[in-house]
Each structure stands twice: as structure tokens, then as C-alpha cells.
């Protein structure tokens, strides 16, 4: 397939993005992607729920990445995480990092510092106003993110068929799409709204390198079109699997139960007991609507093939 | 642009299905989609006042249709209502080309349709409904995404994440709606797997929509933003925000029953809001794609904008 202004940009030959997921993206998985041609990216959790050990982590999973490939790949930095502490970012430059990942905040917080050392910034927006106040602070791509993804959510439901228009219309910078795409169809229908690239998670989290749970895999894997839920809404909006959890959540909602009866409580307790432990019924069990089409859990490279190979039959029917 | 089958079992040139908008799909609108080579449709009820007789009505619409133009038309059905059969009389009576169906089961009035030669197209919001309309016999199925204006389905399912497991799914031709109002969305849709689309909120931006100016305008001055779902525990629906659309959310969000909700909304909010113009107190289905549409224009001069770009978008890709 052409190489996109967002492959030049960050040395890669596809552009395509695996999406950071919290507590599972680790350094296997980032690393086979980046091989494979598209960008890999870590989570600083992987595979460790205590945030305090979160720094040590970061340079465990930086260090691994690199003996495995030498392509370039990045490192994910959720600003409500990190708020202005930048001892964990100062880790990943002392690393050698080049790319990262932001989300969950205001771009205006560390862009600038990155850009002082050197790093390419890719920031998540999930509206228009949202993407031109990320290129104002400066970031170099947005990561256009609609409301079919798996995990935290925005308020405003944009989804990704109206979100990478709209965006590409408002800003000068490349926009990469992300949410509900999970294979070479997705990659041409997200060029042909505008984007330069894409970002995917539940395709990623269904491989062998992935540090989920092989039962979680397996909920994908198994998962249908209407699988998936959005719960949280006024609260913080997630989405993930259709479980006992969420179906109550569900249920509550709809019946307008005030917000204190709504919220979660060890939200990310929850997550590690799906994510980690594979407790897929009881668990918080993050997941994008895109996971009906996710039939198999295949090596992160051949994901990356497929949809290379794909997106030309694709194209060529057009 | 190519042709798909969408095209041949229509008898149309370009695969562009204008939506049956309930109050505003009128003759003039269909007739221009038509003449311009795509597929317009009528509402049974466009234009008249609550208390008209509806079947009297279609009468009229379809016989203004056949003044104004001698290409194919439809005509869009809600199965669910009371006048469903004498509805389906009319239109066999009068010999229409094409009639998309919606909200309901597609076993009702399919096979009384295509038993006098009516060519059916069926809205669906999940693959199990869109495999239950292919075993009921209908001819397309219209794959409508979360994104899409007015009554919208209970699985939240987006037009990117829909169309192409419903392409899997089912043999008949798929129509990609909701979300879509340029040539990007239709190069999209087309590689998602879909051989048509359908556009609603499009085509109420146009000279020849009976919608009152003033929702014209609402459409055109909104932003991404813009619009939202109420109703979610009884009847999701989409609509531009707006005090009425506030009012019915302050309602969801303490769970009002459905008795609450109707005696709120009555009858005929959505002619109050999308025909008489009374943008605050009616109700404004409208699709989140609103934020994309700018002007007025003739139906006509969308069709040919769409084709004339398509090409050039499709360029981009290879």
C-alpha cells in the first residue's frame, strides 16, 4: 500500500498504530508490530497494576522493546495519570524515546517539553474543537478517536465516520484514525475520510504477543457485533464487554439511577481481574465494537499483513 | 463511479439512496434525487397536517412525483404503524418502483410487495436483523449506523463498525446509512463492503425539502457537536440539541416511564420542529453528520457534487 504523510513523518513503513491499551500493551506486543512495518506503542502499566512502580516499568518495557526491534516505536503517557509530574516522561527520555502517545488531557501540559527533547507527540481527540486545540498546542498528529472504541470514552459520541471528516476539514496536521477498525476495509474507509493512518486496540489485544488474558482474547474472539456496552454516561464513559458488571451499570442507567449508585467502585481492579486474571463475567473487561469481526487470535505481525494485503484488493475495487 | 448491483436491481445510475425523512421526504425532493440519478423517496405523510388522511396523501405525492420526473422513486413505509396495509395497497395499487421499509418486522409486508413486482429495501441496525430481512425475502438491506438522525437502533452499532459485518453476513446488497453527506463518506462506505448509501440530513439542506427554513438553518449552523440521543430506555432517537431535546434528557436521566415521556412529546413534535419551524419547542431528528453540511443546495447538485468528487478520493487511495 502508499505510504501516508504519517509514515514519513514517524519512520514507518504502514500507517498503522497499535493502540495503548492500559495494563496489557506491552513490549512484545509493541515490538512485533513495529517489525511488521506499523508503529507499536507501550502502555506504562503493562502488566503491573501498581502505579508506583510504574516508573521502573517504563524502563523494563523501553529496554525489552528495543533488544527486540530497532524500528521506532512509542511509549503511551495518559496526562490524567501524569498530571504535571514529568518523572515518568523523563524516564522515557533518558530511554531514548522518540514517539509518544497523549491522551486524557490537555495537550498544552508537556508538549512543549517533548518537543524540547526531541519527541514526536501524537495526541487523542474525539472532537473537532478538541483536535484544533491539540494542533494549537502543538502536538504533531491527532489521534481522532470515535465512540466505538473499547475503554474510556468521550461524552460527546462522535463516531469515527463523522469525527475524521470533520476533523480533517479543521486542522493542517495529519489526523490518524481510530475506533470500530479492525481490518483493510476499516484502513481504506478511514483514508477515504481523510485520515493518514489508523489506530486499532481490540484488533491488537486478540494476538499472541499481547499481554491479556487468553479467556479475555477469547471473549473477543467469541464476541459478537452487539457485544459491547457503554456504560458511565454523565460519569466517565467506558466501553467493554457485555458482562454481568456492565449489564447491571446498563440496567441502572437506563432506569435513571442517580450517579453515586452508577459509579465504579476499584475501577481499575476491575480491569486487571478481566484484563490480566481473564475474569470476563465480574471484570471490566475494555473492548471496541469492531470486536464481532475479530474471529481469531493471530500473531501482531500477521494482523499488520492482512490488512496491508487487504487494503489493496480493496482499493482496487473502488 | 462505479456501478454496483445496488444500481442495476434500482434501475438508478448512482447508488445514492435519498432517505424517506417522515413530514419532509416530499415529491419535489424525491423527484430531484431521481432526475439526478440517484433513488429519492417519499414519505407517506410529507407535507400534510396531522389530522390528514395519510393514504390520500401518499396518493398525491406519488402522482406530483410522476409529473416531475419519469425515473424510479421509493417510498418509505414504518411497519409498525396502524395504516401499514392500507399503505401497502396504495403503493401496489400505484405500482411503485421501490419501497424501503423500517422499523418493524420485514416478514409483514415483504413478500405482499415483491408479489407485485415492488423492489424492497429493509433498514436494519444489527447483523441478526439484517440476516432476519434477508431470509424474509427483501431485496437490500439499509444499514443504518448509530450516527444516523431520527429513530435510531437499541445496539449503538456505528455505520463504520456495522456495514462491513453485515457484508459478511448477508448475500443481498448492503446500503450504508448514517453518517455519510459527501463523496469521502460514500468511498467509505464502499469499502466497508456496502454497494449504495443513504443519506438523510444531506438532503434536507436542499432547495427542494418541504422542511421549514429555520431547521434548514439549525442543520446548517451546527456544529460537530450538535446533535444527541434521548429516549435511550424506550426509543433512542437522534436529534439536534435543543430546549426540547434538554427537556427529554433531564427526563431520561431520572428514568421517566413512557407514559412521562409521550405526554411530553405528544404528537407531532417532530412536524412541530421540522416543518412548522418551531426550532426550540419541536423535535429536530437530524443525523451527527449536521456539522458537515454548510449550505443549502438543489438535491441535484449534491448528487453530482458526490460523483465528481468520488474519483478524486478514490485517486488518493491507490
Known amino acids: ?318 | 463511479m462505479k456501478e454496483t448491483r445496488v444500481c442495476g436491481l434500482l434501475g438508478i445510475k448512482y447508488p445514492i439512496v435519498q432517505g424517506g425523512m417522515t413530514w419532509i421526504a416530499n415529491a419535489e425532493l424525491a423527484a430531484a434525487v431521481s432526475e439526478a440519478g440517484g433513488l429519492g423517496t417519499i414519505s407517506p405523510n410529507a407535507g400534510m397536517r396531522i389530522e390528514d388522511d395519510v393514504e390520500m396523501n401518499l396518493e398525491k405525492q406519488i402522482s406530483l412525483a410522476r409529473e416531475l420526473t419519469n425515473k424510479p422513486f421509493g417510498v418509505n413505509i414504518v411497519v409498525l404503524i396502524s395504516e401499514i396495509a392500507a399503505l401497502v395497497d396504495v403503493l401496489i395499487e400505484e405500482g411503485v418502483p421501490v419501497v424501503t421499509t423500517s422499523a418493524g418486522n420485514p416478514r409483514l409486508c415483504t413478500h405482499r410487495l415483491k408479489e407485485a413486482g415492488i423492489k424492497v429495501l429493509h433498514v436494519v441496525s444489527s447483523v441478526r436483523q439484517a440476516q432476519v430481512a434477508e431470509e424474509s425475502g427483501v431485496d437490500a438491506v439499509i444499514a443504518e449506523g448509530f450516527e444516523a438522525g431520527g429513530h435510531n437502533g437499541f445496539d449503538e452499532l456505528t455505520t463504520m463498525v456495522l456495514v462491513p459485518q453485515i457484508a459478511d453476513a448477508v448475500e443481498i446488497p448492503v446500503i450504508a446509512a448514517g453518517g455519510i453527506a459527501d463523496a469521502r463518506g460514500l468511498a467509505a462506505a464502499f469499502a466497508l463492503g456496502a454497494e449504495g448509501i443513504q443519506m438523510g440530513t444531506r438532503f434536507i439542506a436542499t432547495g427542494e425539502c418541504n422542511a421549514h427554513p429555520d431547521f434548514k438553518r439549525r442543520i446548517i449552523e451546527s456544529s460537530d457537536t450538535g446533535t444527541m440521543i434521548t429516549g435511550r430506555a424506550l426509543s433512542p432517537t437522534r436529534g439536534l440539541k435543543n430546549a426540547f431535546s434538554a427537556e427529554v434528557a433531564r427526563m431520561d436521566k431520572r428514568g421517566a416511564t413512557a407514559d412521562e415521556l409521550l405526554a411530553l412529546i405528544g404528537m407531532g413534535r417532530s412536524r412541530m420542529g421540522q416543518f412548522e419551524g418551531d426550532v426550540d419547542n419541536g423535535e429536530l431528528y437530524c443525523g451527527a453528520i449536521a456539522g458537515m453540511v454548510r449550505d443549502v443546495v438543489p438535491a441535484g447538485d449534491i448528487i453530482k457534487k458526490i460523483v465528481a468528487d468520488y474519483d478524486r478520493v478514490v485517486a488518493g487511495l491507490r
Open chain 1, 1 to 318: 500500500m502508499k505510504k501516508t504523510k504519517v509514515c514519513d513523518f514517524l519512520g514507518i513503513r504502514y500507517p498503522i498504530i497499535q493502540g495503548a491499551m492500559g495494563l496489557i500493551a506491552g513490549a512484545e506486543l509493541a515490538a512485533a508490530v513495529s517489525e511488521a512495518g506499523g508503529l507499536g506503542v507501550i502502555s506504562p502499566n503493562a502488566g503491573e497494576p501498581d502505579w508506583s512502580k510504574v516508573g521502573d516499568n517504563i524502563r523494563k518495557q523501553i529496554r525489552k522493546a528495543r533488544s527486540l526491534t530497532s524500528k521506532p516505536f512509542a511509549v503511551n503517557f495518559p496526562i490524567h495519570m501524569i498530571k504535571d509530574d514529568r518523572s515518568l516522561i523523563d524516564i522515557a527520555i533518558a530511554e531514548g524515546v522518540k514517539i509518544v502517545t497523549t491522551g486524557a488531557g490537555n495537550p498544552a501540559l508537556h508538549t512543549p517539553y517533548f518537543h524540547e527533547h526531541g519527541i514526536k507527540v501524537l495526541h487523542l481527540v474525539a472532537t473537532v474543537r478538541h483536535a484544533v486545540g491539540a494542533e494549537k498546542a502543538g502536538v504533531d498528529i491527532v489521534l481522532a478517536e470515535g465512540y466505538e472504541s473499547g475503554g474510556i470514552n468521550s461524552p460527546d459520541e462522535l463516531t469515527t465516520f463523522v469525527l475524521i471528516p470533520q476533523v480533517v476539514d479543521a486542522v493542517k496536521i495529519p489526523v490518524v484514525a481510530a475506533g470500530g477498525i479492525g481490518d483493510g476495509r476499516g484502513l481504506a474507509a478511514a483514508l477515504a475520510l481523510g485520515a493518514q493512518g489508523v489506530q486499532m486496540g481490540t484488533r491488537f489485544v486478540a494476538t499472541t504477543e499481547c499481554l491479556a488474558h487468553p479467556d479475555y482474547k477469547k471473549a473477543i474472539v467469541e464476541a459478537s457485533d452487539t457485544a459491547t456496552v457503554i456504560t458511565g454516561r454523565g460519569l466517565m464513559l467506558f466501553r467493554g464487554l457485555l458482562n454481568d458488571l456492565t449489564k447491571e451499570l446498563r440496567k441502572k442507567e437506563l432506569a435513571g439511577a442517580p450517579d453515586e449508585e452508577r459509579s465504579v467502585k476499584m475501577f481499575s481492579k476491575l480491569s486487571e481481574a478481566a484484563l490480566l486474571h481473564g475474569d470476563v463475567v465480574k471484570g471490566q473487561a475494555a473492548c471496541g465494537e469492531i470486536a464481532g469481526l475479530v474471529h481469531e487470535v493471530i500473531s501482531a505481525g500477521e494482523v499488520v499483513r492482512r490488512i496491508v494485503a487487504d487494503y489493496d484488493k480493496v482499493v482496487k475495487g473502488l
